[in-house]
């Protein structure tokens, strides 16, 4: 991996960001554990086990695409808990669809798409009683 190589990191350290170097002070470590639990265990970190995924994502020219994009995201999750579902926004798919076109191509999204969300969906391993209390909240109306 170029992230493991520390010559690379430091040339990074002269981009805009660091973006290099970022990621292998945050996220290398973590990363290497849930591609070695994948491997051997077959403990899936990213999906959590989820049986399907929603990819949303935009056409080139689209007036206001991310913003489309992340209002049709909440409406998914809040429709999925209505029907019993579980839900987890998985940013690092996006990064990775981001960052590697095979993955897009594998996907069969076209490339000029954007992908600006990816949503885990399934059944979850919990199940509340009931929802967790909330405080009256005064509404005033002017």
């Known amino acids: 991996m170029v ?3 520390p010559a690379v990191r430091m040339i990074s350290r002269f981009t805009p960001g660091d973006q290099l170097g970022v990621y292998y002070r945050e996220y290398y470590d973590s990363v290497l554990e849930a591609l070695r639990e994948w491997d051997e265990e077959g403990k899936d970190r990213l999906f959590h086990g989820a049986p399907a995924g929603i ?7 689209a007036t206001t695409p991310k ?8 409406q998914i999750v809040l429709a999925a808990q209505a029907m019993g579902l579980g839900t987890c926004l998985i940013g690092f798919a996006v990064e990775a669809m981001k960052n590697d076109p095979r993955i897009k191509r594998a996907m069969g999204i076209p490339k000029k798409e954007k992908v600006h969300a990816v949503i885990a969906i399934g059944h979850p391993s919990i199940r509340y009683q009931r929802p967790a209390g909330r405080h009256h909240v005064p509404i005033n109306f002017l």
Do not use: T
């Open 3 to 5: 992230a493991k190589n």
């Open 55 to 61: 990819i949303i994502s935009s056409s080139p020219g």
């Open 67 to 74: 913003e489309d994009a992340l209002l049709a995201a909440g």
